[in-house]
């Protein structure tokens, strides 16, 4: 007498569809993370153009000048006589520098007294932010 399993064995199988929809959720949600770990330290202005080599450094502090002579520091306002104090506490002592983000509307006396302040307060390279064309 010929005793007959209950079951049958069958062989699993790997579905791929659904490991395709894993990896595409995963690559949405990195690339998200991703976007939102970008730190933007200056205000919108518009820029004016220019061909400039891309910026290699870590995060450097921005001088916005606005279309109405406003400035910032990383977002934070200042003027001109308490710029040169703010800017102090901000510099690393590795990159002595920043990066001038004026309006192309801004008058370039204002532009100038704000990177001469940002003389007096230590900074020694200055990059100037262009739109590309």
Same mark, same amino acid.
């Given at each position: 007498?010929?005793?007959?399993? #209950?079951? !049958?064995? @069958?062989?699993?199988?790997?579905?791929?569809? %659904? =490991?395709?929809? $894993?990896?595409?959720?995963?690559? $949405? +949600?990195?690339?998200?993370?991703? /976007?939102? =770990?970008?730190?933007?330290?200056?205000?919108?202005?518009?820029?004016?153009?220019?061909?400039?080599?891309?910026l290699n450094h870590k995060e450097p502090v +921005? /001088?916005?000048?606005? @279309?109405?002579?406003?400035?910032?520091?990383?977002? +934070?306002?200042? !003027?001109?006589? !308490? =710029? &040169? &104090?703010?800017l102090k506490s901000m510099l690393s002592a590795?990159?002595?520098?920043?990066?001038?983000?004026?309006?192309?509307? #801004?008058?370039?006396? !204002?532009?100038?007294? #704000? =990177?001469?302040? #940002?003389? @007096?307060?230590?900074?020694?390279?200055?990059?100037? &932010?262009?739109? @590309? %064309?």
């Amino acid at each position: 007498m010929k005793l007959r399993r #209950a079951r !049958t064995y @069958r062989r699993g199988r790997i579905e791929i569809i %659904p =490991m395709i929809d $894993v990896m595409f959720f995963l690559l $949405v +949600t990195f690339m998200l993370a991703s /976007l939102s =770990m970008q730190s933007l330290n200056s205000l919108r202005v518009n820029l004016p153009q220019g061909d400039a080599p891309n910026l290699n450094h870590k995060e450097p502090v +921005t /001088l916005t000048v606005t @279309r109405d002579s406003h400035l910032f520091l990383d977002k +934070t306002p200042v !003027t001109l006589a !308490t =710029m &040169a &104090a703010t800017l102090k506490s901000m510099l690393s002592a590795q990159d002595p520098g920043i990066v001038v983000n004026a309006d192309s509307g #801004a008058p370039e006396g !204002t532009v100038v007294q #704000a =990177m001469l302040e #940002a003389r @007096r307060a230590g900074v020694e390279h200055f990059l100037i &932010a262009v739109r @590309r %064309p």
